[in-house]
């Protein structure tokens, strides 16, 4: 190597030196950004976070089911038995605390937390983070979104600052803050992992689960403590974990939170709108789906439930929603998500399919009650029954006089009054007490026109039959299994 060479590779070694030292440092000056970031967010978003503690009284606690078994100690326990037999009394039940967390909405003291950390307490407190200790009560909850509000008598609190849940982006940072364990304020940091989640602990999930998925550490106590973006702004409400150690946590929405909470405070419940519909899936509706061509998605009303704004409209069964005022619904989370946008009373315009052709309906949707029923019936045989046997249903004309004496609420149509086992209409779920109104679209009031518009078909082709139940319409298509 002569002495040129030398220098040049000398100078190529303390170039590349610098280059990589200032590379370092700028990795390094980013690193204390981001860090610098999240001491900012654990200072300032923690300001608004409260320590709830619900106490419930030790007579005031529910009956807990567990296998079968209530709680409360047997008398043939050997739990009791020590008792006795060592001439002890059985210890007392005791007051339970449970704890949780909190965000503070407002600067007047309303707070916003989960409705399974306050349910059953006979009293709550709250511990803010400069120590400031209040006792709150309970302004409303909801079940259904896991949201509820407590209120505190306190003034200029440091309220939280909000972001837009629908703006949330997977991949993006995710911080959790609350008191896991019964400890102080603890912060945890991951990344928003999926949104939209339902289904969470069922396979069916329902029109109220839209959960940010998060793998920042969430625990028990964090519940009802916030989830926030890099900026500090909440995004969503830790509710639940998918196992211990799993890196799986889920989180409210702030927006869908923030509407109900809102609805609590300003009404103390939550009225919600609907069609009064059973629904379901197209893909999930095969007999159905293989009478159509040309359509794969949409939303196939299953029932319609009696006295409800559906029952009042001309929707009927086997119809399939494919947009609500314009807007595409291709599952029933869409449609759901969409009739739960409107306000009670609010007119809707629902584009429909039926037998493949565009129709349109519209209709005004109502108030949801606590419990919409959808309840099989199981009616007696009448006395004077003149039955027709086909496809496994004996059937009969119904009456008037029928109709009262079973007290259905139809008094037109073909009577079911039995099902024979291991039929086709026993494996698609056709019941005694069923009325049956319409075959392939066409009306039937007697025995005689279900059996003439059942023999223009087969069971290799299938039939679409409406039906009522206990009320309800519903539809079922009679056809074999390819």
Request: charged share 25%; net charge negative.
């Amino acid at each position: 190597m002569n002495k040129l060479n030398g220098i040049l590779i000398v100078s190529a070694l303390l170039a590349a030196a610098t280059t990589f030292a200032k590379t370092d440092s700028r990795a390094l000056d980013l690193a204390r950004q981001l860090e610098s970031a999240f001491v900012s967010v654990a200072a300032d978003a923690s300001e608004s976070v409260v320590v709830i503690t619900a106490t419930q009284k030790a007579s005031d606690k529910p009956a807990v089911e567990s296998e079968g078994e209530n709680e409360e100690t047997p008398e043939d326990s050997p739990f009791k038995f020590f008792f006795r037999h060592h001439g002890m009394p059985m210890p007392e039940q005791r007051d339970t605390d449970s704890q949780g967390s909190g965000i503070i909405m407002r600067k007047d003291g309303y707070i916003l937390t989960n409705n399974h950390v306050v349910n059953g307490a006979t009293e709550i407190k709250v511990r803010l983070k400069d120590g400031r200790e209040f006792e709150a009560k309970r302004i409303g909850s909801d079940d259904r979104t896991d949201v509820a509000v407590i209120k505190v008598e306190g003034k200029d609190l440091p309220a939280a600052n909000f972001g837009n849940s629908d703006e949330v982006k997977v991949g993006q940072w995710a911080i959790a803050i609350g008191a896991p364990y019964q400890l102080d304020y603890s912060f945890t940091v991951g990344f928003v992992s999926a949104k939209e989640r339902s289904a969470v602990w069922s396979r069916t999930g329902s029109a109220y689960e839209d959960y940010i998925q998060t793998d920042a550490a969430i625990n028990p106590g964090n519940s009802g403590g916030p989830l926030c973006d890099i900026e500090g702004r909440v995004i969503g409400i830790n509710t639940l974990i998918r196992g211990l150690n799993r890196g799986i946590g889920f989180a409210i929405p702030i927006n869908m939170a923030l509407d109900s909470a809102e609805k609590l405070i300003r009404d103390g419940k939550i009225v919600r709108p609907w069609l009064g519909v059973q629904i379901e899936a197209l893909a999930d509706n095969k007999e159905l789906a293989e009478t159509l061509k040309d359509v794969k998605d949409g939303v196939v009303i299953r029932a319609i439930y009696p006295n409800t704004p559906a029952a009042k409209s001309d929707l009927k069964p086997a119809d399939i929603i494919v947009a609500v005022d314009g807007v595409p619904v291709k599952s029933p989370r869409d449609l759901q998500r969409q009739v739960l946008r409107k306000q009670v009373g609010q007119s809707v315009n629902l584009s429909v399919l039926r037998d493949g052709k565009p129709v349109k309906v519209a209709l005004s949707t109502g108030e949801l009650p606590d419990q919409p029923q959808f309840a099989s019936q199981r009616t007696p045989r009448p006395e004077e029954a003149k039955p027709e046997t086909i496809w496994g249903l004996t059937v009969q004309t119904l009456s008037k006089d029928i109709a009262t004496k079973l007290n259905l609420t139809e008094s037109e149509g073909v009577l079911v009054n039995d099902v024979a086992e291991d039929s086709l209409a026993a494996e698609k779920g056709l019941q005694r007490g069923d009325v049956i109104t319409e075959v392939n679209r066409e009306p039937v009031r007697t025995a005689e026109q279900f059996k003439a518009a059942l023999g223009k078909t087969t069971p290799e082709k299938g039939a679409l039959l409406y039906v009522k139940r206990a009320g309800a319409s519903t539809f079922v298509v009679l056809k074999e299994s390819q």
